[in-house]
């Protein structure tokens, strides 16, 4: 069996379990309910193991994983969660919905990927499907702003949530294009060398993931939602400046108990990748900038970046509050 099947059995498993508890973990009102659109595999152990600190804390935290950032971000919307984990920048636009970005979790790091049976270069992939992650996401807006720059237009956009479940798509012959995390990279080319070629992206500054919360909330728990932003970047500086802390901490707290040994062993690897672009300050008002960059030019936020103001989008009274705490990197 290789080492991508086990894997994506135990991600398989994780995902139902957590699916049949959702409804359960959202109907709860006192704790600080995080509604997490993607599954729990070793890409987020990071943010399990600072999760885990907040609780130390005195923050009670109940995380649902649901199958979509989409469903994620309603479920903040529609007060069956506090806080949200994904870039809700084209709902805070187009429905003006009361929520805010309060942190930036992570910057895009992805690889546009293709079949070389099929494809070759980005000029094939006119009039051909894809794969993104979810509507909205920083996966669609990549791959959006490339068929820009390119010239080209998708016949389709499948909507297929998690790296892994893109990845082995891509390896069964399921899909023949579609864009993979750092992850699904070493995976591929372990799994089928020569099989798939990755597409030249050059230079992209954004927000993969975020934090975000309804403004009701972040102004009536503004210190548990310190603490959590304070839990997770210490964890980040942490993981940065040693990216073996990420094993260790998953062995602290015991998370992800159902992990394969291979899934184990891809944690320090993943890290030692994922570590350059892990916001150390929790983004603030230059990653919101870069944002309206990103997502003006890829068609996820419409008008002029310039003309568009951090205050619609983004709440960072708790995230300033930590870094005059714990300094800013």
């Given at each position: 069996?290789?080492?991508?099947?086990?894997?994506?059995?135990?991600?398989?498993?994780?995902?139902?379990?957590?699916?049949?508890?959702?409804?359960?973990?959202?109907?709860?009102?006192?704790?600080?309910?995080?509604?997490?659109?993607?599954?729990?595999?070793?890409?987020?152990?990071?943010?399990?193991?600072?999760?885990?600190?907040?609780?130390?804390?005195?923050?009670?935290?109940?995380?649902?994983?649901?199958?979509?950032?989409?469903?994620?971000?309603?479920?903040?919307?529609?007060?069956?969660?506090?806080?949200?984990?994904?870039?809700?920048?084209?709902?805070?636009?187009?429905?003006?919905?009361?929520?805010?970005?309060?942190?930036?979790?992570?910057?895009?790091?992805?690889?546009?990927?293709?079949?070389?049976?099929?494809?070759?270069?980005?000029?094939?992939?006119?009039?051909?499907?894809?794969?993104?992650?979810?509507?909205?996401?920083?996966?669609?807006?990549?791959?959006?702003?490339?068929?820009?720059?390119?010239?080209?237009?998708?016949?389709?956009?499948?909507?297929?949530?998690?790296?892994?479940?893109?990845?082995?798509?891509?390896?069964?012959?399921?899909?023949?294009?579609?864009?993979?995390?750092?992850?699904?990279?070493?995976?591929?080319?372990?799994?089928a060398p020569g099989k798939f070629a990755f597409l030249p992206l050059g230079e992209v500054?954004?927000?993969?993931?975020?934090?975000?919360?309804?403004?009701?909330?972040?102004?009536?728990?503004?210190?548990?939602?310190?603490?959590?932003?304070?839990?997770?970047?210490?964890?980040?500086?942490?993981?940065?400046?040693?990216?073996?802390?990420?094993?260790?901490?998953?062995?602290?707290?015991?998370?992800?108990?159902?992990?394969?040994?291979?899934?184990?062993?891809?944690?320090?690897?993943?890290?030692?990748?994922?570590?350059?672009?892990?916001?150390?300050?929790?983004?603030?008002?230059?990653?919101?900038?870069?944002?309206?960059?990103?997502?003006?030019?890829?068609?996820?936020?419409?008008?002029?970046?310039?003309?568009?103001?951090?205050?619609?989008?983004?709440?960072?009274?708790?995230?300033?509050?930590?870094?005059?705490?714990?300094?800013?990197?």
């Amino acid at each position: 069996m290789s080492i991508f099947v086990r894997r994506l059995r135990a991600s398989a498993v994780a995902a139902a379990l957590c699916l049949s508890t959702a409804i359960p973990g959202l109907a709860m009102a006192d704790p600080m309910r995080i509604a997490f659109g993607d599954i729990a595999t070793v890409e987020s152990v990071h943010l399990l193991a600072a999760f885990e600190r907040a609780r130390e804390k005195g923050v009670d935290i109940k995380i649902t994983f649901l199958k979509s950032e989409d469903i994620a971000a309603q479920a903040v919307v529609g007060g069956q969660a506090d806080i949200g984990v994904g870039g809700p920048y084209a709902l805070l636009q187009k429905v003006k919905a009361p929520i805010r970005i309060f942190m930036q979790l992570s910057r895009l790091q992805f690889y546009p990927v293709v079949n070389t049976e099929f494809y070759k270069e980005w000029k094939d992939l006119d009039g051909q499907e894809i794969a993104v992650h979810s509507r909205g996401s920083g996966t669609e807006a990549i791959m959006q702003l490339m068929a820009d720059k390119n010239d080209i237009a998708y016949s389709n956009i499948s909507y297929v949530p998690g790296a892994e479940v893109r990845t082995g798509a891509l390896l069964q012959g399921n899909v023949k294009a579609t864009i993979v995390d750092s992850s699904g990279k070493r995976i591929l080319e372990k799994e089928a060398p020569g099989k798939f070629a990755f597409l030249p992206l050059g230079e992209v500054s954004a927000t993969d993931e975020a934090l975000f919360a309804n403004t009701d909330y972040l102004s009536k728990n503004q210190k548990d939602v310190e603490i959590l932003i304070e839990s997770i970047l210490t964890t980040w500086r942490e993981v940065q400046a040693d990216p073996k802390a990420a094993a260790a901490l998953r062995d602290q707290y015991k998370l992800l108990p159902d992990a394969t040994p291979d899934m184990i062993a891809d944690i320090q690897p993943y890290f030692e990748e994922a570590a350059a672009v892990l916001p150390l300050n929790g983004g603030g008002e230059d990653a919101a900038r870069d944002d309206f960059d990103f997502y003006t030019i890829s068609g996820a936020l419409e008008g002029k970046p310039e003309e568009l103001k951090v205050e619609d989008f983004w709440d960072l009274t708790a995230l300033n509050a930590v870094l005059e705490k714990i300094g800013n990197k």
